[in-house]
């Protein structure tokens, strides 16, 4: 018995359903664990779901790239539903253009804060450039800061990873920080996630207000523009 | 649904298309979105069948970041071996992304719409 449950194992191990169906199964629990906080941010579903999914590789021994056979489907998504993100952007159209200027100059202060103080601080810290490197495109969206990352002489993957950090502590920190700060405003509360924590952070704010998730997805948009022109800029300048 | 679906795929792949035709920075799936966009410009209302499976799509979009969040196991010893640096410089550069990004906006943006 306890043979023929290892060959079962085996086998599904070995096919894209496993790491499809173990995705799903995480992330669900996750979202349990999300609504049953009260949607705390510390809560937040993905950082619960990665957490379960790296114990469980670690467990079973199972290599990423096993898992990602059946995750690819998962990870596929990510395209359309960026493509999607036109749609609530043209249903708050008027809103966004009538603040046009504000939300170019927001996002490209936003942008070179970003790159500067992930790179600098890090510097400080002492971290090796392949890492400074694969910091700097970090808080756009996944496929454009590896594309960056790439140009630039980071590490791609290393760079997806970092992207993703930075999304779920954005998402995790937002409501505090602007809380904190005073800011109530749901266009500059959206404005500034979107271009912090990217796609992950522009869930979050779908969850607590549309506008904030119009702006969040326009200001996510925007910033991929904006980072992919300024960072091979930076990185070029004589330090 | 699958018509919804259709349009999206296309709108990407057309967007891939035009960002490597014309080598701009921008990845495909964004200039998808671009060109989407100019779709409902010019249709003038999204089609309701469209907005449900968008709907559907970014009501769990966070899903969709999953499987890349876990490739952080390939590089568990890099983060070891630097992770005062990495995550000094995550939290750091998050906050103070938000922070300048919210400020700025706020001074810059006129009075909100009344809702």
């Given at each position: 018995m306890k043979d023929e449950l290892f060959q079962l194992w085996v086998y599904l191990s070995t096919t894209p359903l496993a790491g499809l169906t173990v995705t799903l199964v995480a992330y669900q629990i996750g979202a349990a664990v999300y609504r049953r906080s009260?949607?705390?941010?510390?809560?937040?579903p993905v950082l619960v779901a990665v957490v379960l999914l790296v114990a469980l590789l670690w467990a079973t021994g199972t290599p990423y790239r096993t898992y990602f056979e059946g995750a690819q489907f998962v990870h596929f998504l990510l395209g359309p539903a960026t493509v999607a993100l036109a749609i609530p952007l043209y249903r708050h159209f008027a809103t966004i253009r009538r603040s046009a200027l504000a939300i170019a100059v927001s996002i490209v202060a936003g942008s070179v804060t970003a790159i500067v103080t992930a790179v600098g601080t890090a510097w400080l810290m002492g971290a090796s450039s392949r890492t400074l490197l694969s910091l700097a495109?970090?808080?756009?969206?996944t496929p454009v800061a590896m594309g960056i990352s790439e140009q630039i002489g980071g590490l791609p993957s290393l760079t997806a990873v970092l992207v993703i950090l930075t999304g779920i502590l954005g998402a995790v920190f937002a409501t505090w920080t602007l809380n904190a700060a005073g800011i109530r405003d749901w266009r500059a509360r959206g404005l500034s996630v979107g271009v912090g924590a990217h796609g992950i952070g522009t869930a979050r704010a779908f969850q607590v207000n549309e506008l904030a998730g119009a702006f969040a997805s326009l200001a996510m948009g925007l910033n991929a523009l904006a980072t992919a022109l300024l960072v091979p800029l930076l990185t070029r300048l004589p330090w | 649904m699958l018509g919804a679906l259709t349009l999206l795929l296309v709108c990407q792949a057309l967007g891939e298309a035009v960002v490597r035709l014309a080598g701009l920075p921008v990845p495909g799936p964004v200039m998808g979105m671009v060109l989407l966009f100019g779709w409902l410009a010019w249709k003038g209302e999204v089609p309701e069948p469209l907005a449900r499976t968008a709907g559907g799509l970014l009501e769990h979009l966070?899903?969709?970041f999953v499987p890349a969040g876990v490739g952080v196991v390939l590089y568990l010893d890099l983060v070891a071996a630097e992770w005062q640096a990495i995550a000094a410089s995550l939290v750091v550069s998050t906050l103070a992304t938000i922070l300048v990004t919210a400020f700025v906006m706020r001074k810059l943006v006129g009075p909100a719409d009344k809702p």
């Open positions: 009260g949607a705390n941010p510390v809560a937040n495109p970090k808080s756009v969206t | 966070s899903l969709l």
